[in-house]
């Protein structure tokens, strides 16, 4: 399974990205996707899930109410909306592939590369 996450960069506080990734996973919408991020020096930590279906999703308490999770089955992508972006958001997002359709039935061993986000304050 291939994942590849792009759409982060540079940005001040306040403001805002939209993250992708795209992954090569037979019958996608049968896994759900989360996102999950690794500050420098600290360990990867959960972000974000959504359902297979899309209907369902689950946030990490620091980015509740300021990211959205969503998803296009017909793309074979999941999207992640930052807003109101904070200096400690700072770190390298990874997407991740689900066991199961639900949320909270574990993780894949799919990882990918990650893509760089940097809030300056």
């Known amino acids: 399974v291939q994942l590849q996450a792009s759409g982060g960069g540079l940005v001040q506080a306040g403001g805002s990205l939209r993250l992708s990734c795209t992954t090569s996973?037979?019958?996608?919408?049968?896994?759900?996707m989360g996102w999950f991020r690794q500050a420098p020096g600290k360990e990867r930590e959960f972000v974000a899930v959504?359902?297979?279906?899309?209907?369902?999703?689950y946030y990490a308490t620091a980015v509740k109410g300021r990211f959205t999770v969503s998803r296009d089955n017909a793309k074979n992508t999941v999207y992640l909306q930052m807003n109101s972006l904070k200096p400690e958001d700072t770190a390298i997002y990874y997407c991740?592939?689900?066991?199961?359709?639900?949320?909270?039935?574990?993780?894949?061993?799919?990882w990918g590369q990650g893509t760089q986000v940097t809030v300056s304050s």
């Open positions: 996973v037979r019958a996608f919408s049968t896994f759900a």
């Open positions: 959504i359902s297979g279906s899309g209907t369902g999703s």
């Open positions: 991740a592939v689900g066991k199961s359709q639900t949320i909270g039935g574990g993780w894949s061993d799919a």
